[in-house]
């Protein structure tokens, strides 16, 4: 999604029930979302050309509140730390780390076709800096497109879609618990200041820190905003191409028989610079230290199927049946890293030997896939639906025994507006009840080679050797009993239009039940004494939530201490580990997103939201392992201060026992205006006097408001792997955007 400019997108749709996405295998496990870029139109030979561009500027829009100054040394010392005292400083470190960042896009399209052929030709180009560490967070991309479509014949139909990208991403690191910059942002107390204006105001222990250590003296302590801008950096240099070719025959009426061959490719250069830094002897680099990690990755596939439509009176139907064969080949070309002593240190020089100290071995991972697949597709006169898929997917990331999986899928439908006691004077024009049921297959956490044990005689790019005999160890345990992981939907849902279709609602309630959930990391259930990790593995059948949150849950605060009160779970007496449970889910009890489309004359109006009910957020960003760290403001609103008082957080000296109980966990839902935007578009006789087809110009506000009660930075909290999902660890934020667009059609 990453490679497709906005302005190339003609259609976007998204298929969430396991029915419609049964079809598209494992690709759908998750859902399908379908993106159709535009194609050229007859224009009787006219070539047409378009241009648009988006200029605007973005920031952080949060109510998040962190202690202040006065606050952080009154919450110390009420635990008992009386060294911290008011120096005079005053740092808000979530207005010194986030700061506006401009954003800017350029479209340039052409396009025309004839009877027999059409064409879309465009070029692309979006550079966005962070809204922490600017350039050090950036986005860039540039990306060219052309999309053919040919009418050979009466009964032949060619085509060819082609897209090239280039992009350049600078990271910063984020979500982590204990380096990550906004985490860092959240937890440095607020007695800090961004920089010192002269050597004598730095504080004696960061002077002996850069004099033990052999680290440069930074004109600035190690903080948040150093992390983010001069410390750590992090580069992704990526080109991916994409093309595809189809050919469609029309055999006879109703009958259509299509082949398509798609082939994509890229490579991604990943480097990572980390300068010398000392804090702590846990958080500490006294050393110039790079990675690199360069990797290739190609996939090819071929789709053939056939497609038959016959009506007979009412009754209409629709047959599709196909085979595919696809094939994945990810290699990694590097995988090193090194470091440099200070005094020798002359630059990032990837190709010395500085930082060849390591070079990591990666055993390669087969991932080829056979399908074939069917669908049957009735209705009668448009009222009643039906329609069943089978899928065979086929996949050599599995063991030998159980390569193939089989998931069926069937829905059905009713459109109560069709029917004859629907009155054709209703304000409802269509009414849709649905239901569905299916079967998805997933290899997505599966690395391949399951069923294989891997031996190496290197390590490190060293060979092993024990006393003087050549030696070997494994790297990877087979495990040739894991199967396909099955994800079981039923879906229930309601359409309808009303005034004239201008009001749209659809409304969906859904269950989902995955079995045999592939793992991916084998050392879950491999004794630590055993010198090698295990394979992937299935879990078994997930009842609770997929990862859930675990911990314990909580009765109030105790009035006479101030201690978290541990609620007692398991029924014996006492509080211990047994006691932990299920204190929250990070999955929604609802999902909800609308759009309102207004026109007056030469303006139009429009507004999207979307939203989450029902979601918990677990709060990890602040840092109970570091006494002098600040905390999120309602630590200190809502503490115990003293004998006899109702709180709701426990007393300062006394917060470390609320870190994985219930007290973390929060109410996750909101609601965001996803984008406001007012457009003008010129009238006709005023275009054609400048020689125009179209001009249209807007202002919009994006990602502008959310409403939600989460005391984090962003409820939107996404995730870097399975097991992160809803866990708040110093996630970047998603940033809001103030924009002007115009875009003009000659």
Known sequence: LATIAPGDISNIEILKDAASAAIYGTEGANGVVIITTKAGR??????????????????????????????????????????????????????????????????????????????????????????????????????????????????????????????????????????????????????????YANESDIPQTVLDNATNNGVPLLR?????????????????????????????????????????????????????????????????NTTYTGSQNYRKSRRWLWENFATYDKTIDNHNFAILAGYSAEDTERSTIINRSGSVAVDDFTGFDFDSGDFDGQINQVDPTPDNMVSIYGRLSYDYAGKYLFEGSLRSDTSDKFPSANKTGTFPAVSVGWVLSKENFWSENSKINVLKLRGSWGQNGSKSNLNGNSDVTYITSFSNGQGLSYEGNTGSQITGYSNPNLVWETSEQLDLGLDLRALNSRLRFSMDYYTKTTRDAIVSDGSLITPGSAGFVSNEFNAGTIGLPSWYFYGYKTDGIDPATGEVILADTDGVSGISIADKTMIGSPHPDVLFGGNIALGYKAFDFNLQFQGTIGNDIMSTYYQPSRPITNKPLHFYTNRWQQAGDNASFPGAGNEIAAYDTDLVVEDGSYMRIKQIQLGYTLPQNLAEKLKLNNLRLYVSLDDYFTFTKYRGLDPEVGNFSFNSVGVDRGFYPTAAKALFGLSVEF
Request: cysteine-free; proline content about 2%.
């Open 42 to 195: 007859s224009s009787n030979g006219e070539i047409k050309v378009g241009f648009s561009t988006q200029l605007g500027t973005q920031f952080v829009n949060t109510d998040m509140e962190l202690m202040n100054a006065s606050q952080f040394v009154e919450y110390m010392n009420e635990a008992g730390i009386t060294s911290v005292v008011d120096n005079g400083v005053d740092t808000n470190w979530i207005d010194e780390i986030f700061e506006s960042a401009p954003i800017t896009r350029y479209d340039l399209n052409v396009s025309g076709g004839d009877e027999k052929l059409s064409y879309y030709g465009s070029f692309g180009h979006l550079k966005q800096d962070g809204i922490a560490g600017k350039e050090n967070s950036s986005f860039k991309r540039n990306t060219f497109r052309i999309n053919l479509k040919s009418q050979i014949t009466d009964f032949i139909e060619v085509g060819y879609n082609a897209t090239y990208s280039l992009s350049d991403r600078l990271g910063i690191q984020e979500n982590s618990d204990t380096r990550g910059a906004i985490q860092n942002a959240l937890a440095l107390d607020p007695l800090t200041p961004v920089t």
């Open 220 to 284: 600035e302590t190690v903080n948040p905003v150093a992390l983010a801008n001069v410390m750590n950096r992090t580069l992704y240099d990526e080109n991916q191409s994409i093309f595809s070719a189809y050919l469609k025959l029309r055999v006879i009426e109703g009958l259509h028989i299509t082949t398509r061959y798609g082939r994509e490719s890229g490579k991604i250069n990943e480097k990572n610079t980390i300068n010398p830094y000392y804090v702590t002897s846990e958080a500490a």
